[in-house]
């Protein structure tokens, strides 16, 4: 990166102090901050209509690849951002971290805030993305994909871009958030790594009361950003606020018509992933596991 946080609006948390990073007050401003980043760059996105086809790989000729338009578009942005340090900072993480290239500028001094993992989630969140979130967001128009002589498949992918790191970034704040919750129970979380004990730890660092001010707060932050200040409320929104809420909780869909069944790919269950995983990767290196692995 630039610097901590140049790339988006929501910086609140010097990564240079090892401290302010890992304090939890600090990193719920940055969370809540993040569903402002969030929110907005999807009320940009659901302007214009679903456009599959950009989701499809081989659908668009492209050069030199079979990528679908999204994929080639978020390689080209990460290729190029992680030559101005992006992916060095602790708190970004790429979809393609294959093309990441060596940066041009010297790197940050970036003290050691988080346990070495190989946590990465963004391949779910993108699945999530693009086959649930944005179905649930988009205007249904009335009538059929015209083509991309037509279509705005290059702002509604440069739009993808902005949610999809947004969100990444959102989810994979959970490492930060289950370091914090460790060095504060360190004996209770050794106690459930070392057992193996991911159904505890996804209970430890749950709080269903904060969980549900989440939703609520997201539901009025869509009502009111998606609102033309000179139509007040009797005017149409920009955005499905149910949409909104949906895409942090954990979802359900329909199965052939038989019922309906969870999906566990969306923000906050994503997150909690993130946090269990990290957290089952946090003695590595430190004490061997019980079963000797």
Request: overall charge negative; glycine content about 6%.
């Amino acid at each position: 990166m630039l610097g901590p946080g140049c790339y988006e609006m929501d910086t609140a948390i010097d990564l240079s102090d090892a401290s302010k990073a890992l304090d939890l007050s600090h990193i719920r401003f940055q969370l809540i901050r993040l569903e402002d980043t969030i929110t907005f760059h999807l009320i940009e996105r659901v302007q214009f209509p679903l456009n599959r086809t950009i989701y499809m790989p081989g659908a668009l000729q492209l050069p030199d690849t079979g990528l679908s338009f999204l994929d080639w578009m978020l390689q080209g942005q990460e290729r190029l951002h992680s030559m101005v340090r992006r992916y060095q900072s602790p708190d970004e993480y790429p979809f393609f971290p294959q093309v990441l290239e060596t940066p041009i500028l010297k790197p940050l001094d970036y003290p050691r805030i988080l346990h070495p993992n190989s946590v990465n989630v963004n391949e779910k969140l993108k699945r999530s993305y693009t086959e649930h979130i944005l179905p649930a967001a988009c205007t249904r128009f009335e009538r059929e994909d015209r083509g991309e002589g037509q279509e705005n498949y290059g702002s509604a992918g440069t739009c993808d871009v902005a949610c999809l790191q947004a969100l990444s970034r959102r989810v994979h704040f959970g490492k930060f958030v289950a370091e914090a919750k460790f060095r504060q129970e360190s004996e209770r979380f050794t106690r459930l790594i070392l057992a193996e004990d991911r159904a505890g730890i996804a209970a430890a660092i749950t709080d269903d009361k904060v969980e549900k001010k989440v939703l609520e707060r997201l539901g009025l932050k869509a009502k009111t950003y998606g609102t033309d200040p000179a139509l007040g409320a009797t005017g149409p929104g920009k955005i499905n606020v149910d949409a909104v809420v949906a895409m942090y909780k954990v979802g359900e869909r329909q199965i052939d018509g038989r019922g309906l069944t969870q999906h566990q790919d969306h923000v906050i269950p994503l997150t909690k992933e993130v946090e269990v995983e990290y957290l089952m990767q946090r003695l590595d290196h430190i004490t061997p596991r019980s079963n000797g692995s």
